[in-house]
């Protein structure tokens, strides 16, 4: 259980911030980046949700709090010493991949095929998914760095990978289940 008496700490006054195995390390470094990033996803997902009804929020409620997931999984190094921990870390799951390919695929079934690009928008909580997926995208780019340099759960970048398609195939069903995209038509502005 996290508690949280005192909001600001005065520690990374110099630049640096404590990963969840406590090592400190400087604010810029790409772990920090890429579950930073996770946590602005979740923020634009919390504006998503503004427009969401029924399913749809609660889909986002759920990876709203899987994004959680993956913050605690990607602050934490050492996977390799997860076995020896006091307190094993929260890593993303498998489950937790299946469960957003199961979601697209029951969306996604709704839909006409693509014979276009789409352009990001039509309804409101389409343009925000279209945010969230392309914040969802950068986060799994930075997770990729991060796995090029240190051991990462691979689930997580799976998870991330997943989700930005999930974002996409919402936003089509946020936008009449498709009928309402915005169609990408090339080189009409020459």
């Not at 005192?6 to 006054?13: A, F, H, L, S, V």
């Not at 579950?35 to 979740?42: A, P, R, V």
């Not at 609660?58 to 709090?65: F, M, P």
Request: with cysteine; hydrophobic share 40%.
């Amino acid at each position: 259980m996290v508690v949280l008496n005192k909001i600001y700490t005065r520690t990374g006054d110099k630049g640096d911030t404590a990963l969840g195995n406590g090592a400190r390390v400087a604010k810029h470094d790409v772990r920090v980046e890429a579950y930073g990033t996770s946590d602005e996803l979740n923020c634009f997902v919390g504006v998503a949700r503004l427009h969401a009804k029924d399913e749809t929020d609660t889909a986002l409620s759920r990876i709203q709090n899987d994004l959680f997931d993956l913050g605690a999984d990607l602050c934490r190094p050492d996977m390799e010493k997860d076995a020896d921990a006091e307190y094993p870390p929260l890593r993303i799951a498998g489950t937790q991949v299946d469960r957003l390919e199961s979601e697209i695929d029951l969306m996604n079934a709704a839909l006409e095929p693509l014979r276009s690009f789409i352009l990001p928008g039509g309804s409101e909580l389409a343009a925000h998914l279209h945010v969230c997926r392309t914040v969802a995208r950068r986060a799994e780019r930075l997770a990729t760095e991060l796995a090029t340099q240190q051991s990462i759960n691979e689930a997580a970048v799976r998870y991330l990978n997943r989700l930005s398609d999930w974002f996409f195939v919402a936003a089509r069903i946020a936008n009449n289940s498709g009928k309402d995209d915005v169609l990408w038509v090339p080189g009409a502005n020459r």
